[in-house]
């Protein structure tokens, strides 16, 4: 027999052998169970355990415990782990191969999930619900969640939503959105004192009265001055002729008062988001005070994920009762 024949004989049996372990591991990969490979395929795609998790809404230590199981299962190993991370081994590169000619073979449509729309005040958004919205994005990240902030009335009629909290005047959530919405529910009654940064008034040189405010500058949160409980502060602003500034950025505003010993209107709840910050009370008679409201569209309430965005604000509002304490 020449060398030639020899070589492809072997050839053709290392072919052989390849098919054979091919469709061995197409066989493997049918007999998955679904959950298994789709926790598989995820990790594969992204690299990262913990990224996998998020996009699957699943705790990484139970993600880890069925790459586990299915490891155990197969009698390999899946994973190559470094330093940097982890890459696909040989056995994993083979089933996720496999795995991805099944899954174009089936034609496996992409679970489509709802969008769900939330208009929020902005300064509740930036205060208080935007840290706990982080959190549930960082656990869900196949969520589709469209966030629009309210920073007007007019903002508050106008847009459309599934979940909305705006801030009324005291006593009645009206005006309230424009569309069909369950009964509005008050989460909070807030009231507003002016606030100055800690490092920049001393206690025996903080103001008392409204005349001590004369070597103060003053800002205002733009939306503020149409709020008719505020007329007492706002009537103080309009009358300066020097020392105020007016703001459309609510995260401005709260940033000129950290740092350019500015005095501004701000919730009593503040000290509490910024230890930094102290209001000033007993400057006026008056007192300033809105209230928080939620409601649910009346046509998409019964929603899954629009009930977990709800009992996410309610849980917060919950976890934060003292803030609101005056």
């Known amino acids: 027999m020449s060398f030639m024949q020899t ?161 009324g005047e005291s006593g009645s959530p009206l005006p309230g959105p424009s569309f069909a919405i369950t009964e509005p529910r008050r989460l909070a009654e807030l009231d507003y004192l002016p606030h100055i940064a800690k490092r920049y008034c001393r206690v025996a040189s903080r103001p008392e009265c409204l005349d001590d405010l004369a070597d103060f500058l003053l800002v205002q949160w733009r939306q503020d001055s149409q709020v008719q409980s505020f007329r007492p502060w706002n009537a103080l602003v309009d009358q300066r002729l020097a020392g105020s500034v007016h703001l459309q950025s609510w995260e401005l505003m709260l940033e000129m008062i950290r740092c350019s010993a500015c005095i501004g209107l701000l919730p009593h709840y503040m000290s509490h988001f910024d230890r930094g910050l102290i209001a000033l009370p007993g400057l006026f008679d008056q007192p300033m005070r809105r209230q928080v409201w939620m409601a649910v569209n009346a046509h998409s309430g019964g929603d899954a994920q629009v009930r977990m965005i709800v009992e996410l604000i309610e849980n917060t509002f919950n976890e934060r009762r003292e803030w609101f304490q005056s």
């Open 7 to 167: 070589s492809a004989r072997q050839g053709a049996a290392e072919y052989r052998v390849a098919i054979d372990k091919n469709a061995s591991w197409r066989q493997l990969a049918a007999g998955i169970d679904p959950e298994l490979a789709l926790c598989f395929t995820v990790s594969a795609r992204c690299g990262c355990f913990m990224q996998a998790a998020r996009s699957l809404n699943i705790k990484a230590t139970r993600l880890r415990r069925q790459l586990v199981l299915l490891e155990s299962q197969l009698q390999c190993s899946l994973f190559s782990h470094s330093d940097n991370g982890f890459s696909l081994s040989r056995d994993g590169l083979r089933l996720h191969a496999q795995l991805i000619a099944l899954a174009h073979e089936r034609d496996l449509p992409v679970i489509e999930q709802p969008l769900i729309r939330l208009a929020v005040a902005d300064s509740i958004l930036h205060d208080i619900l935007g840290r706990d919205l982080v959190a549930l994005l960082r656990r869900n990240a196949s969520v589709r969640l469209d966030i629009m902030t309210l920073d007007s009335e007019l903002a508050l009629q106008a847009v459309s939503a599934d979940v909305v909290v705006w801030l």
